[in-house]
């Protein structure tokens, strides 16, 4: 505790007496200061201790007292020492008056006590304060330190609450909440994520002071008048984590210590994290090109553990491609950053394993089918269609204004090679169609029918029936609705001639007319083919 007016009072060797205000003795001195000028304002700070011997002063006028008191209270000056047997016998009533009316403690010093021995007293009682603070500043990084090499951030933040008297919380990337303490402040952390994304938009470092969540939050778990400090954690351009920490009042110099080692503890692990991420992220790689390969046995021996059942069990493969995302400024951004946040936050939070690898303007992903990862990533990514069908190129900064994403089916590992054509597929359609996320079973339970509105299939299509159109158009018959109805008839005469209207004589002359003018024989399942796909892309213009 800091020096107070009481414990210079209570300090034997001054002999200080109260003589006004001993109802404010509790007060902290910042400093002890002597002044003997009639208007020390200026000089002062707030929180000091003024001492005078009122050499030019007229203690005895009660009208310039109390102007001189109220000055001395309105600039924060805490107490008032004032020396007797120099200039006064005793302190004038018209002091003593003035200082029981602004409430300020006023003390008696004798003559015997130097205000050099007071000024000694403070600053050695500050000393101490701060040589208590600092010692348990290094009790409590020793102790965090303990309960992150033992426990990791869970027992770091059980260590930094109990440290100072409060709660705090881990955000990850993503803005949600990894670990809290104690156990009730997950509901408390939960309610400051808009607060961590606004932060996360700062460059690292970076801290916010952010007050409480409002009246409706009124539990006796529920803290909504605390004060709470979010802090940044990471290194790189955008921070890869956040610490909050909740107190009833603005810490103190040991809790400062104890937040800040926290901070330093964190970012070292965030940080470490990176670079086994970074080497995680070669043996994915690896891992990756033995299962495309063909190689399930080997892809396992190299995985080892990395990623638990993954490679065991049906799941899907992640095609991302951002060929056409805009350049940021200084060239730092990666347009994969909010997507890779997305899946590996969901992951970890539902104890799955995800297997990234960056593949230049491409990025794969292997994600349990079914799981969180999955499900992150179509929220995700809806959420950006969303904004750029609003206008906006993304949910953040704009840096995945140009990222399509591909999803496969479910596959196992001998069927990985498939399933990532299959998600490149998905991912092709998204593009023609100018979407962000294409699922490749969509494509299957769907109609083929949508992929002839590309332009090339139309161009193709017009070609091949452009002399028949021509023919038509001279009113020398109807050979397209004729070759229409002769097909979708499967080549039943009667039946095709029926649904036209006309002799079975007349549609057989029809079909060889229309065999003369394409070059290309009917009896031909391709041409078949060909011609139908030509005239259902004609037909959905």
């Not at 670990?179 to 801290?207: F, H, I, K, Y």
């Not at 399930?296 to 493969?317: Q, S």
Request: proline letters at 5%.
């Amino acid at each position: 505790m800091p020096p107070t007016l009481a414990s210079l009072v209570h300090h034997s060797a001054l002999k200080l007496t109260v003589r006004a205000g001993e109802d404010r003795l509790d007060v902290p001195v910042r400093w002890a200061h002597v002044s003997e000028l009639a208007d020390p304002v200026p000089y002062m700070e707030g929180g000091e201790l003024l001492l005078i011997t009122a050499l030019k002063l007229d203690a005895e006028d009660p009208e310039a007292m109390r102007r001189y008191v109220r000055r001395l209270v309105k600039a924060g000056v805490v107490g008032l020492g004032f020396a007797v047997g120099v200039n006064y016998a005793d302190i004038p009533k018209a002091l003593v008056d003035a200082a029981e009316e602004e409430g300020l403690p006023l003390l008696e010093v004798p003559r015997r006590t130097p205000f050099l021995a007071i000024s000694k007293a403070v600053s050695a009682a500050i000393a101490a304060d701060q040589y208590r603070a600092v010692t348990a500043g290094f009790a409590a990084q020793r102790e965090l330190t303990k309960q992150a090499l033992t426990d990791g951030p869970q027992g770091l933040l059980r260590a930094l609450a109990a440290q100072v008297d409060g709660w705090a919380a881990l955000y990850d990337a993503s803005g949600a909440v990894v670990a809290s303490a104690p156990e009730w402040a997950g509901r408390r952390a939960a309610r400051l994520t808009a607060e961590v994304e606004r932060l996360r938009e700062r460059p690292a470092p970076a801290s916010v002071v952010v007050g409480g969540g409002g009246p409706e939050h009124s539990g006796p778990d529920d803290r909504h008048d605390d004060r709470v400090e979010l802090h940044s954690l990471g290194t790189g351009r955008r921070p890869r984590a956040a610490l909050a920490v909740g107190t009833a009042s603005a810490p103190g110099t040991a809790e400062r210590y104890a937040v800040h080692s926290a901070i330093a503890l964190l970012t070292l692990t965030t940080e470490r994290s990176r670079s086994l991420n970074a080497a995680q992220q070669r043996i994915g790689a690896a891992v990756l090109c033995m299962l495309l390969a063909g190689e399930p046995d080997h892809a396992r021996a190299v995985a080892g553990d990395l990623y638990g059942g993954l490679l065991d069990a049906p799941f899907r493969v992640i095609v991302a491609d951002a060929t056409g995302a805009p350049a940021a400024a200084g060239g730092g951004a990666d347009p994969f950053d909010g997507l890779t946040e997305v899946v590996e936050s969901a992951a970890a939070r539902a104890g799955e394993a995800v297997l990234v690898v960056p593949e230049g303007d491409r990025l794969v992903a292997l994600v349990t089918d079914g799981g969180a990862a999955v499900e992150a990533c179509a929220q995700y990514t809806a959420t950006l269609e969303s904004a750029r069908a609003a206008g906006g190129v993304g949910p953040e900064s704009g840096d995945e204004g140009g990222l399509v994403v591909g999803l496969s089916a479910p596959a196992g590992p001998i069927a990985a090679a498939a399933a990532y054509k299959q998600a490149e597929q998905a991912l092709s359609v998204a593009r023609r169609r100018g979407r962000v996320f294409v699922e490749h079973e969509q494509l299957a339970a769907g109609s083929v029918l949508p992929l002839l509105a590309d332009d090339a299939v139309k161009a193709f299509a017009d070609g091949l029936l452009r002399a028949l159109r021509e023919h038509d158009a001279t009113g020398r018959g109807d050979l397209v609705a004729s070759l229409r109805a002769w097909l979708s008839r499967h080549g039943q005469w009667d039946a095709a001639a029926a649904d036209l209207g006309v002799h079975r004589h007349t549609l057989r002359y029809r079909m060889r007319r229309v065999e003369e003018i394409l070059g290309r024989s009917l009896d031909d399942p391709d041409v078949r083919m060909e011609l139908w796909l030509a005239l259902k892309a004609t037909s959905t213009e």
